[in-house]
């Protein structure tokens, strides 16, 4: 058996495609344990994640871990999961679907866009073999994560190169690394909340909270924090607000270890003690709502606080599907396809 997969059948006629591979975290098939148990498998033994030497690591994920916490985590997801399946899934392929169309007013030539899951389906691996079958010879992998972290950024871009090492007919990448400070995609989270505030009012505090990650990545090189206050400062700035009228906190810690502080349980419940009348969080790290926005942040988060003694507490939505959110991963996505594509004339590339 060969190593190298088999190549597509294409026409020596065929127009030649540039390919843009959304590359996300991905999402069980079903909230369930059933369902839970191979994705936690496959999410929990990456070695981007999970540090740990792997003899030991192996009997805690087999013997603790995926023996009780799929059941958990399917009670989770059963509380947000919606009728067309995992809100992870389904905003990213909405993503996909509306980001062909917005290309398409400023590229003449051949394109396509596919999504591939870090973990579960349809994987990274099933989205560069469609995009091969498309006669795509150029591919832009493009991570949904605005900050560069080697867990989620260079945990895809790995399972994407993995994939890329056994094709014969090698095409062209091109990696977006990060966008954390991209003026498209600071716009579109500022316009988001400055949308909400309009309808809702405005709170005495927001709260912008990053996914964490253990402290001692941060001390081995890893830019994930630096990034995350980069974002959150050009976000605040972008808002208009003080320093004292934002904070920066970082969500679900797991295991003994130290993570990235200050942790977002304890800081909204501190802020619920200090009896403010309003708190609003956002989640900039996000590009769609998922288990750890909508269950941990939406829910969780609101009980710590009025459970402290807080006021209201409303969540801000991902970016989803929003139109500046679009137009930002269009014009981040033609910034890295310049001399790749050809521009229609009535569009500049960007």
């Given at each position: 058996?060969?190593?190298?997969?088999?190549?597509?059948?294409?026409?020596?006629?065929?127009?030649?495609?540039?390919?843009?591979?959304?590359?996300?975290?991905?999402?069980?098939?079903?909230?369930?344990?059933?369902?839970?148990?191979?994705?936690?498998?496959?999410?929990?033994?990456?070695?981007?994640?999970?540090?740990?030497?792997?003899?030991?690591?192996?009997?805690?994920?087999?013997?603790?871990?995926?023996?009780?916490?799929?059941?958990?985590?399917?009670?989770?997801?059963?509380?947000?999961?919606?009728?067309?399946?995992?809100?992870?899934?389904?905003?990213?392929?909405?993503?996909?679907?509306?980001?062909?169309?917005?290309?398409?007013?400023?590229?003449?030539?051949?394109?396509?866009?596919?999504?591939?899951?870090?973990?579960?389906?349809?994987?990274?691996?099933?989205?560069?073999?469609?995009?091969?079958?498309?006669?795509?010879?150029?591919?832009?992998?493009?991570?949904?994560?605005?900050?560069?972290?080697?867990?989620?950024?260079?945990?895809?871009?790995?399972?994407?190169?993995?994939?890329?090492?056994?094709?014969?007919?090698?095409?062209?990448?091109?990696?977006?690394?990060?966008?954390?400070?991209?003026?498209?995609?600071?716009?579109?989270?500022?316009?988001?909340?400055?949308?909400?505030?309009?309808?809702?009012?405005?709170?005495?505090?927001?709260?912008?909270?990053?996914h964490g990650v253990p402290r001692r990545t941060r001390d081995l090189g890893d830019p994930y924090y630096y990034q995350c206050q980069v974002s959150?400062?050009?976000?605040?700035?972008?808002?208009?607000?003080?320093?004292?009228?934002?904070?920066?906190?970082?969500?679900?810690?797991f295991g003994a270890a130290e993570w990235l502080q200050p942790y977002f349980a304890p800081s909204i419940e501190a802020l619920g003690k200090q009896?403010?009348?309003?708190?609003?969080?956002?989640?900039?790290?996000?590009?769609?709502?998922?288990?750890?926005?909508?269950?941990?942040?939406?829910?969780?988060?609101?009980?710590?606080?009025?459970?402290?003694?807080?006021?209201?507490?409303?969540?801000?939505?991902?970016?989803?599907?929003?139109?500046?959110?679009?137009?930002?991963?269009?014009?981040?996505?033609?910034?890295?396809?310049?001399?790749?594509?050809?521009?229609?004339?009535?569009?500049?590339?960007?």
């Amino acid at each position: 058996m060969s190593f190298y997969q088999q190549e597509p059948v294409i026409s020596p006629d065929a127009p030649e495609r540039t390919g843009i591979l959304l590359m996300n975290l991905g999402t069980p098939q079903a909230p369930t344990a059933k369902a839970l148990r191979p994705y936690l498998r496959q999410f929990l033994s990456d070695r981007r994640v999970i540090e740990i030497p792997r003899f030991i690591w192996w009997f805690i994920l087999n013997g603790f871990i995926l023996p009780l916490r799929p059941r958990q985590s399917a009670h989770k997801y059963a509380q947000i999961w919606h009728a067309e399946g995992s809100p992870l899934m389904v905003h990213s392929q909405r993503q996909t679907q509306l980001l062909r169309g917005y290309l398409h007013d400023h590229i003449a030539s051949p394109y396509a866009v596919e999504l591939g899951m870090r973990y579960g389906q349809p994987s990274i691996a099933s989205a560069i073999a469609k995009l091969k079958a498309q006669n795509c010879n150029r591919i832009l992998l493009f991570p949904l994560y605005p900050q560069y972290a080697a867990s989620s950024s260079a945990s895809a871009l790995d399972d994407a190169m993995r994939s890329l090492i056994r094709t014969r007919n090698m095409p062209d990448i091109r990696t977006i690394r990060d966008y954390h400070a991209h003026p498209a995609y600071i716009k579109a989270v500022a316009d988001s909340i400055s949308e909400y505030w309009r309808e809702h009012g405005r709170p005495e505090k927001l709260v912008l909270s990053f996914h964490g990650v253990p402290r001692r990545t941060r001390d081995l090189g890893d830019p994930y924090y630096y990034q995350c206050q980069v974002s959150g400062k050009l976000i605040a700035e972008a808002l208009g607000l003080q320093p004292e009228q934002y904070l920066i906190a970082f969500q679900s810690r797991f295991g003994a270890a130290e993570w990235l502080q200050p942790y977002f349980a304890p800081s909204i419940e501190a802020l619920g003690k200090q009896k403010l009348r309003r708190v609003d969080v956002v989640c900039p790290g996000f590009s769609s709502d998922c288990l750890e926005t909508l269950e941990e942040i939406a829910m969780e988060g609101k009980s710590l606080f009025l459970e402290a003694g807080g006021g209201e507490y409303h969540y801000i939505p991902a970016l989803n599907e929003r139109e500046s959110w679009l137009q930002a991963m269009r014009e981040i996505a033609l910034d890295n396809l310049q001399g790749w594509v050809t521009p229609k004339s009535s569009a500049p590339l960007y």
